[in-house]
């Protein structure tokens, strides 16, 4: 695939187009600052871009304001996000919007290639790909809100995994369950968070936002 980078770490970015060149993925564009990467997607028109939240020129979110003004402008492009820490109103507004073809992945990530190549390949595929440790952190900080403390923990599993972006079936291989267990248990979530009759939107976006917001 083609791919815009922007990250101010001259080291990470090298390193990243490098393992990215190796993986027969090419890099068209490599920014240091929002500003190169707007210009950069504006003019290659990539697949994916994958940038850091904190970058020049402010050093803030530049980063993920460059990210949400691409998806705006470019819907079609995906995005992954790169972030040193888990911020949970980051992953809100990546979501808020839609949830096809963009991911939230913390920099540690990056040393775990094949995890970084996968959400590299989920977003790129139209799917959501969120951190582990994002989804983590989001459940634990949501365990004390109704509705999501009526789930029981195997229907609190199955929502990280939805979180993350995994299809049903990819649910299924992980929690070592049949398909039509993984069904169950989803649809269990959506009477339990008051979604069960919710029509033109996205239930599982909506169970996810759920928590993100909270």
Do not use: C
Not at 28 to 36: L, M, N, P, R
Not at 133 to 144: F, G
Not at 160 to 173: E, L, S, Y
Not at 181 to 192: G, S
């Amino acid at each position: 695939m083609r791919i815009v980078l922007a990250e101010d770490s001259t080291l990470l970015r090298e390193g990243l187009v490098r393992l990215l060149a190796d993986e027969g993925h090419q890099v068209v564009a490599a920014v240091a600052d929002a500003d190169q990467l707007v210009t950069a997607v504006e003019q290659h028109h990539p697949d994916v871009v994958v940038t850091d939240v904190r970058m020049p020129p402010t050093n803030t979110d530049d980063g993920l304001r460059a990210a949400l003004e691409i998806r705006r402008r470019w819907p079609n492009i995906a995005v992954l996000v790169l972030s040193q820490y888990v911020e949970r109103r980051y992953a809100a507004k990546l979501l808020a919007d839609r949830s096809e073809g963009v991911g939230y992945v913390l920099k540690d990530r990056v040393a775990q290639v094949e995890d970084f190549l996968d959400a590299l390949d989920r977003i790129a595929a139209g799917a959501t790909a969120l951190d582990p440790e994002v989804v983590r952190q989001l459940m634990s900080a949501s365990s004390h809100t109704d509705p999501l403390s009526r789930l029981t923990p195997r229907e609190r599993d199955v929502l990280h995994h939805m979180a993350q972006g995994h299809t049903n079936a990819a649910i299924a291989g992980r929690l070592h369950v049949s398909q039509s267990a993984v069904e169950k248990h989803i649809n269990t979530i959506f009477d339990k968070l008051d979604l069960s009759h919710v029509t033109g939107y996205s239930r599982r976006v909506l169970a996810i936002l759920h928590y993100l917001g909270s």
